[in-house]
């Protein structure tokens, strides 16, 4: 299986590289990138230096079994509302248009647990257009993960994450299913297994599904 991993060097992103590292069924891992590091690359990987503001360019890079998109931003680094809509909601479906385009059989997305194209949130709202906009492409398979918050050492520092992650991962036998936080590393497995064992039409993978299988 060939496989585009959008977001490789995010948290949930970098998670998933590893396990499709090691995962048998996966014979080749494209990684679009806006600049190539110096990192390792593993041996199934192929970094591809792209302009992520043009797709429609890079039309090879979706030349794949199966996409998965784990792209996303905060708004202290976007700047603005608008800039992370661009990036969570704009990019994803125009990589979701494209690899339609080329035929692609499953996409996979990372959403989050309060996703809603109503709610008064602008962060749910901008991932609920996006399970809306996927959802009108008609992948044959269409994976949609809903986590809570993401536990997991992040690159850049987000205060308000930390302090969070330090109280509820002593406690978080303490929350409801529903919402209790998880680890980057189970959101990636659970994309993993739906990405070996693809789902038929649209299937949304819940928070109280991946926290029950949380044992990172």
Known sequence: MIVTLL???????????????????????????????????????????????????????????AVICCLGTTLKKAGSKKAREHVDLQIPLAAAAISKVQKVKHFLVVSAQGANPHSPFHYNRTKGLLEEGLSMLGFPSLTIVRPSLLLGKRSEYRAAENFLQKISEKHLHFFPEFWRPVHAKAVAATLIAALEYPPTGKHVIFNRTIARSDAF
């Open 7 to 65: 977001g490789s060097t995010g948290l949930v992103g970098k998670e998933v590289l590893q396990f499709l590292e090691a995962s048998s069924f996966v014979e080749k891992i494209i990684l679009p990138v806006r600049k190539i590091g110096k990192g390792p690359v593993g041996a199934k990987s192929y970094p591809v230096e792209i302009d992520f503001e043009n797709l429609k360019f890079h039309k090879n890079i979706f030349l794949s079994d």
